[in-house]
C-alpha cells in the first residue's frame, strides 16, 4: 500500500526566505505526482504536477522536482511572501487496473511566512 | 468553466438524520473522485467514478455511505444514518483521463463541512 509521508509537519519562515518542503513515498511505481495547495477552509488548489518520466516542473516562484527511484520529491519556494502562507499537500498517483487511477495523500506541510 | 461544484457548503445535521452532498464536475472531465478530510486521517479517497460507472468504493468506511453518479455532470453522496464520528470535510474532484501533459491532473470543488451533533 502506497503511503505517502510530508516532513516538516509545520514550518515558520520570515519573508524573503527561500524554502524546501519534503515528500516522500513507499512505492516508487508511480505514474505522476501533484502538489496542492489548501488555504484555511478552502478547497485544494493544483500547483504543480510532475509526470514520472519528468524530473522538475516549474511555475513561477515554485519549482517541483521528482526523483522516483528514492521516492521522494522536493517543492521549493523562492523569496516567500506572506500570501504563500497555507497547508501544502504533495499526491502520489497510481495507474492501475484498466486504466483506474488514484491519488494518495501526505498529510501536509503548514507553511507560515512571517512578515 | 466555473471548475467543481459542490453542494451545501455548510452542513449541521443530527444523529441518525440522512445527509446527502452534491457534486457537479468539471464539463467533459470523465474521472469524478468523493474524498473525506479529518484532522486525524487526512485525505481520504472513499470512492470514484469513470464514465459515471463506479469502479473502487472500498474506500467508503461503512454500508452508511453510498454514492451515485446519474449522469455525467452530477453525482451525489449520501450517509443515513449519520453519526457524530462522520463529521469532516468531503471533497469531490474530478479529472480528464485523455489528455496529454495535464493528463490525470486533479481539480478539486471547495468542499462541504459536515458538523453531525
Known amino acids: 500500500k502506497q503511503e505517502v509521508t510530508q516532513i516538516p509537519a509545520a514550518l515558520s519562515v520570515p519573508e524573503g526566505e527561500n524554502l524546501v518542503l519534503n515528500c516522500s513515498f513507499t512505492?516508487?511505481?508511480?505514474?505522476?505526482l501533484q502538489w496542492f495547495r489548501q488555504d484555511p477552509g478552502k478547497g485544494l488548489t493544483s500547483l504543480l504536477l510532475?509526470?514520472?518520466?519528468?524530473r522538475e516542473q516549474t511555475s513561477g516562484r515554485l519549482n517541483a522536482s521528482l526523483d522516483k527511484s528514492s521516492g521522494r520529491s522536493t517543492l521549493y519556494i523562492a523569496a516567500s511572501q506572506p500570501g504563500d502562507s497555507a497547508t501544502y499537500l504533495c499526491?502520489?498517483?497510481?495507474?492501475?487496473?484498466?486504466?483506474?487511477?488514484?491519488?494518495?495523500f501526505g498529510k501536509g506541510t503548514k507553511l507560515s511566512v512571517i512578515p | 468553466d466555473a471548475g467543481v461544484i459542490q453542494s451545501p457548503r455548510h452542513e449541521v445535521t443530527e444523529m441518525g438524520q440522512e445527509v446527502t452532498l452534491r457534486c457537479k464536475p468539471i464539463?467533459?472531465?470523465?474521472?469524478l473522485f468523493w474524498y473525506r478530510q479529518t484532522m486525524m486521517r487526512g485525505l481520504e479517497l472513499l470512492i470514484y467514478?469513470?464514465?459515471?460507472?463506479?469502479?473502487?468504493d472500498s474506500g467508503m468506511p461503512e454500508d452508511r455511505f453510498s454514492a451515485k453518479m446519474p449522469n455525467a455532470s452530477f453525482s451525489t453522496l449520501k450517509i443515513q444514518p449519520s453519526e457524530p464520528r462522520d463529521s469532516a470535510v468531503y471533497f469531490c474532484?474530478?479529472?480528464?483521463?485523455?489528455?496529454?501533459?495535464?493528463?490525470?491532473?486533479?481539480?478539486f470543488g471547495p468542499g462541504t463541512r459536515l458538523t453531525v451533533t
Open positions: 474532484a474530478s479529472s480528464l483521463s485523455y489528455k496529454g501533459e495535464g493528463r490525470w491532473e486533479q481539480y
Open positions: 499526491a502520489v498517483g497510481v495507474l492501475g487496473w484498466a486504466g483506474s487511477y488514484q491519488l494518495t
Open positions: 464539463s467533459g472531465h470523465d474521472y
Open positions: 512505492d516508487s511505481a508511480i505514474y505522476n
Open positions: 467514478f469513470n464514465n459515471n460507472v463506479p469502479i473502487d
Open positions: 510532475i509526470q514520472s518520466s519528468q
